[in-house]
């Protein structure tokens, strides 16, 4: 037998033929003679199977079979409340017939080994656990498919996939090897920490087998009360989502690629003229002289500068990209400087090792070196000078023109003083290139950073927004978002979203309406394009599709503080934006698996059109009231309903007695909102809201200044008591007005204000109030 771990152990192997014929060998390991049950933590050493196990606080155990390649990348330490593990709600035991338990102390068992531990000639591990085949399981980052991911074997590695994105892809940009199930105890979270090549194999009868290729089988096991608790220890562990500026909430123009400073003004330019919203526009590839990042065109972008002033002056951000990929080039000062610092990944020859990529012949720089990092993020000084706080890291998988479209397996990196091969961190390459950008912008404009990626690991929301890359314009393209969405979200990656119109092919402009309509709705509220396509400036189609694209633009503006308020709940709890059915009743069966529909936050639920020719679908509705938005009128759930919507509207549900903050029109985020609206939807006896507002730029860690907000209201037969109080102690709010949105059937009623009869144009706390009896969809 050629297997390591037999010659020079005294552990026995025995083989065994697991998979299909033309599976790899398995043998099994054991060698595990006494048992071993804790409740804490402990150590079993063993030359090629140590087992580690250790409580990180309550609700986590960590169980490490084997030895890491490397520190890990995804997990923060430091946010864990480590040191007090009173009463550990997880215990786990080893058998010494190598079977591995893992149980609640609440619940009854969570999961055990149903074979134990294989290894296999290359030296790949497979763990095997029982797992029912009624389990559903959420998350592992950006997958194509159903939201429930079961059944499926999933495997992780981040590629550049250009290829049409369909049900049966499986690997994509980003690696996020973290499942949600919910067993028949209650909700388990599982984190495998390992950026090499790893697998998730749902696909079998009763079991699931976890594959790492090399390093350790590093599992997180996270229990919960229920999943917003998981998602909450799970962000414990991996960091919570960034809080990002208010101007990255707004709408955002992209394509491959806009071609002078003058195309790019006078883009910008035409929204403005349309009275379209607009708070980023995006530089693609060609903007830089001849694809050297950190560059512009010396011809078509010389007035770059100008031309970034120029958009701020229209409220806009200039957002370019920046690949990892580094021309080689004797005359070009970046790849000079990463030679000279030896600051590129090598070749086994211990030479930069090169590949090709958009500027032809590229190195590319080792983030896994702090001290590259902290060159890379130097390197932007050349944008944030010129006033850019936002960047868009694309390629960075990396992907490379290639047959295996990556960097070789075998090409050295350099962490902590060790040589580490690209295969074992491969996955983590790209988190690490967007948290060296991200710092860029704390560090160096001391603002809060925007950082979109395409590539990702765990824990990638700690510092950028993830898009899920090249999709097409196409109906199954619009449908196959929400469901990835959902499970980003579920994975922690709150600020996602999908390129609105399909990046490549032509959109027809009703599949471009519905989707800007969706897209509204986006965490992440993207429109971009490829290059040598029909446009899709909102208002590239004529009407009536301008008007239509115009609108949901305008919906965005309406909702974005309440969108912030869901940004914020995200940085603090790890809680996702945009939210499955089943995020807010699993007891309800019927939502396990729906994916045609969802929630923004608790209030919203929209249901978009999915088909062309269709002006209305059924939607389901959770138990409750809800007001359906486009005939303003309640209905009771649970149930399905028939939403009519017309072309030029989306069905969508308010939760009945919701207070939803609202902004009045505006062009930008960064244009002063004087005016903050508050929309009471009828259906509730009572209510009540934080509001939490800033300055939307500033770093929160270092001022973490904001104006609270109560606001509630108490309904009896005919009188509605309101209750308002401000604190501006430690911000002052930029809106003076406060305007309340209340049901047309309150109209008969009295109100009060703290007590006192509110009349029109009131004044509480410095704050004028003014009520309307809006329908909904006129503020929204
Ligand atoms: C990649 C990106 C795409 C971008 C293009 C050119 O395909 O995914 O968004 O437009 O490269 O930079």
């Given at each position: 037998m050629s297997n390591a771990v037999n010659q020079s152990s005294s552990i026995s192997v025995q083989p065994e033929i697991v998979l299909a014929n033309n599976a790899p060998i398995q043998r099994r390991v054991e060698g595990y003679r006494t048992e071993i049950s804790s409740s804490l933590g402990s150590r079993i050493d063993h030359e090629h199977f140590p087992i580690v196990t250790r409580h990180l606080n309550n609700a986590i155990l960590r169980v490490c079979i084997g030895t890491p390649s490397t520190k890990s990348f995804a997990i923060q330490y430091d946010n864990l409340n480590t040191?007090?593990?009173?009463?550990?709600?997880?215990?786990?035991?080893?058998?010494?017939?190598?079977?591995?338990?893992?149980?609640?102390?609440?619940?009854?068992?969570?999961?055990?080994?149903?074979?134990?531990?294989?290894?296999d000639d290359s030296g790949a591990q497979h763990l095997y656990l029982n797992f029912e085949n009624h389990w559903p399981v959420y998350g592992l980052g950006e997958k194509t498919g159903e939201l429930n991911k079961k059944n499926r074997r999933w495997s992780f590695w981040n590629s550049d996939v250009f290829a049409p994105h369909t049900e049966a892809t499986d690997e994509l940009y980003q690696s996020i090897p973290f499942f949600i199930t919910k067993t028949d105890q209650g909700w388990l979270g599982v984190f495998l920490d390992n950026p090499g090549r790893c697998t998730l194999d749902f696909s079998l009868n009763a079991e699931l087998c976890i594959s790492v290729n090399n390093g350790a089988i590093d599992l997180y096991l996270i229990s919960g009360e229920s999943l917003p608790d998981i998602l909450k220890h799970y962000t414990d562990l991996t960091g919570k989502?960034?809080?990002?500026?208010?101007?990255?909430?707004?709408?955002?123009?992209?394509?491959h690629?806009?071609?002078?400073?003058?195309?790019?003004?006078?883009?910008?330019?035409?929204?403005?003229?349309?009275?379209?919203?607009?708070?980023?526009?995006?530089?693609?590839?060609?903007?830089?002289?001849?694809?050297?990042?950190?560059?512009?065109?010396?011809?078509?972008?010389?007035?770059?500068?100008?031309?970034?002033?120029?958009?701020?002056?229209?409220?806009?951000?200039?957002?370019?990209?920046v690949d990892p990929g580094v021309k080689v080039d004797d005359q070009y000062r970046v790849y000079q400087q990463g030679l000279a610092g030896d600051y590129f990944i090598k070749g086994q020859d211990q030479n930069p090792w090169q590949g090709i990529v958009w500027p032809g012949v590229s190195v590319w720089p080792d983030f896994f070196n702090q001290e590259v990092s902290h060159w890379w993020r130097d390197l932007h000084h050349f944008y944030i000078d010129m006033g850019i706080q936002g960047f868009w890291n694309d390629m960075n998988e990396p992907a490379v023109f290639n047959e295996q479209k990556t960097i070789d397996d075998n090409a050295l990196h350099y962490i902590d003083g060790e040589t580490i091969e690209h295969?074992?961190?491969?996955?983590?390459?790209?988190?690490?290139?967007?948290?060296?950008?991200?710092?860029?912008?704390?560090?160096?404009?001391?603002?809060?950073p925007f950082v979109l990626t395409r590539a990702g690991y765990a824990g990638i929301q700690r510092s950028a927004a993830v898009w899920t890359g090249d999709n097409r314009s196409s109906w199954e393209h619009l449908r196959m978002s929400i469901p990835m969405l959902?499970?980003?979200?579920?994975?922690?990656?709150?600020?996602?979203?999908?390129?609105?119109?399909?990046?490549?092919?032509?959109?027809?402009?009703?599949?471009?309406?519905?989707?800007?309509?969706?897209?509204?709705?986006?965490?992440?509220?993207?429109?971009?394009?490829?290059?040598?396509?029909?446009?899709?400036?909102?208002?590239s189609f004529g009407e009536p599709w301008t008007k239509i694209a115009t609108r949901a633009i305008q919906r965005r503006y309406a909702i974005l503080p309440y969108l912030y308020q869901l940004f914020r709940d995200a940085n603090e709890t790890g809680t996702p934006i945009m939210r499955a059915m089943m995020w807010h009743d699993p007891s309800e069966v019927i939502t396990e698996n729906m994916a045609d529909q969802f929630m923004l936050g608790q209030a919203m639920l929209v249901a978009p059109i999915m088909e062309p020719g269709q002006l209305a679908r059924a939607v389901w509705l959770p138990k409750g009231q809800w007001l359906n938005v486009h005939e303003d009128k309640l209905v009771m759930g649970s149930g399905y309903q028939l939403a009519h919507a017309g072309l030029e509207d989306i069905p969508m549900f308010l939760r009945?007695?919701?207070?939803?903050?609202?902004?009045?029109?505006?062009?930008?985020?960064?244009?002063?909102?004087?005016?903050?609206?508050?929309?009471?939807?009828?259906?509730?006896?009572?209510?009540?809201?934080?509001?939490?507002?800033?300055?939307?730029?500033?770093?929160?860690?270092?001022?973490?200044?904001?104006?609270?907000?109560?606001?509630?209201?108490?309904?009896?037969?005919?009188?509605?008591?309101?209750?308002?109080?401000?604190?501006?102690?430690?911000?002052?709010?930029?809106?003076?007005?406060?305007?309340?949105?209340?049901?047309?059937?309150?109209k008969k009623r009295k109100m009060t204000m703290n007590g006192v009869d509110l009349l029109n144009d009131a004044i509480v706390d410095g704050l004028s109030i003014k009520i309307t009896f809006a329908t909904p969809a006129i503020w929204l």
């Open positions: 040191p007090e593990v009173q009463q550990a709600s997880m215990e786990w035991t080893w058998r010494p017939n190598a079977h591995w338990q893992v149980g609640y102390h609440r619940h009854g068992t969570g999961f055990s080994t149903s074979r134990g531990l294989y290894t989502p960034f809080l990002p500026p208010k101007w990255a909430l707004g709408y955002h123009q992209s394509r690629s806009y071609q002078s400073s003058e195309e790019v003004i006078q883009v910008v330019e035409q929204f403005r003229q349309h009275g379209i919203g607009l708070d980023a526009l995006y530089l693609d590839i060609m903007y830089m002289d001849e694809y050297r990042v950190f560059s512009f065109d010396p011809k078509q972008f010389q007035k770059a500068p100008a031309m970034v002033e120029k958009l701020r002056s229209l409220g806009v951000h200039t957002v370019p990209i295969g074992q961190v491969h996955n983590a390459y790209g988190l690490l290139m967007s948290e060296a950008t991200a710092q860029a912008v704390t560090e160096h404009a001391n603002q809060r959902l499970n980003l979200g579920l994975s922690g990656v709150a600020f996602a979203g999908a390129d609105i119109g399909g990046f490549m092919d032509n959109a027809q402009p009703e599949l471009f309406v519905r989707w800007m309509q969706l897209g509204t709705f986006y965490p992440f509220m993207r429109n971009h394009c490829s290059i040598g396509l029909q446009s899709q400036e909102p208002w009945a007695g919701s207070i939803l903050p609202l902004a009045p029109p505006r062009l930008s985020s960064e244009a002063p909102m004087t005016v903050l609206r508050l929309l009471i939807i009828e259906g509730k006896e009572s209510n009540r809201i934080l509001f939490r507002d800033d300055d939307g730029i500033s770093i929160a860690k270092q001022s973490h200044k904001y104006v609270r907000l109560s606001f509630g209201y108490q309904l009896s037969q005919d009188i509605v008591e309101c209750h308002l109080s401000i604190d501006q102690s430690q911000f002052k709010a930029q809106w003076s007005v406060l305007e309340i949105g209340l049901p047309s059937a309150w």
